[in-house]
């Protein structure tokens, strides 16, 4: 199993270990002492999130009673333990019925994440000060195309098909036109008014 899988194994049993009435002493399994090496590992890596909930947990575990320890062993498959296949075994006839099956797809919970993303998004913009200014919107059949992280986005196609279309979107997304809003945060010695007379500074 991969390192985050054998971490989910790791930090789920621990968990399951420390509520039970009476435990002194955990013993760990497994397959993996890389993986079980990780939890320890002070620098940064991309498990320290389940590695910093294991020690949290293994912190509330020693302050309990000074006596109580974990030890960990190592057993790879290949020593063919008795307990690995009968794990193996119950692993495969076991059979999940979840109360909400769409939602233990990845795919729908990636998706409902970003949706979640884009929704704040738009709240937060609704109420912005900058609504109607330094945005750009782009549309397909009169229709504003939507954003979304879905295989690389809907925009980025779009955006792909014309050099002038990927230049006023970099210059939107960047704030890095030649105008007098650009010239005034960087070159704040230059003119920057705009040229119509109407507005003190030129924007887009």
Known sequence: MSSKAEFFAIRYGINQAIHLHGISKIIVITDSIYAVKKIFNPLSHPLQKHAAFILNSLRGFFTC?????I???ECPSKSKWNL???VDIETKLFNL???LPNKNSWDFSKRSECNNIIDKWEMTFQVSDLKSRNFLELVDSDNILEPTYSKGGIWLQFIGHSNM???RAT????NHAPIGEYCLCFFPREEFSCPCGLYP???R
Do not use: A, D, G, S
């Open 65 to 69: 009673h000074q006596e109580n320890t």
């Open 71 to 73: 030890v960990f062993w």
């Open 84 to 86: 690995h296949k009968r």
């Open 97 to 99: 019925i979840p109360l």
């Open 165 to 167: 279309l990927c230049m």
């Open 171 to 174: 210059r939107t997304i960047t």
């Open 201 to 203: 500074i030129e924007t």
